[in-house]
């Protein structure tokens, strides 16, 4: 998957991903991530990040969310709208509190 992701063939690793008989980590996602934010796809990472927190995987969807933005993947609005509302749902108050600032401090 990762080959894939390394000569641009997004869509390609996307059918790998898909079709993985393991469970996918951090890592996987970020790697399939990080190429979508890199090719200005900001979409598709907003939307995983969305199935996550409805999947009830917040924590999760935190963790890729943070290590994205830690890697230079400014999330937008939308995303951490997104988040925020996750965290929301299973009482996370103060991570809350925490985005809300950074999102001010980013101007957003």
């Known amino acids: 998957m990762e080959a894939r992701v390394n000569v641009g063939e997004i869509d ?55 290590h994205l933005s830690f890697e230079g993947c400014s999330p937008v609005l939308i995303t951490y709208n997104t988040v925020i509302n996750g965290l929301s749902k299973i009482g996370k108050i103060g991570q809350v509190i925490m985005l809300i600032d950074k999102m001010n401090q980013k101007g957003l």
Do not use: Q, W
């Not at 993985?20 to 980590?25: D, E, F, K, L, Y």
């Not at 200005?40 to 927190?53: N, Q, S, V």
């Open 12 to 66: 390609k690793a996307l059918i790998v991903f898909d079709k993985m008989s393991i469970v996918p980590t951090v890592v996987t996602y970020n790697i399939i991530l990080r190429s979508l934010c890199d090719k200005g796809k900001l979409k598709e990472y907003h939307t995983l990040l969305t199935a996550l927190c409805k999947d009830g995987k917040v924590d999760f969807a935190i963790e890729i969310f943070n």
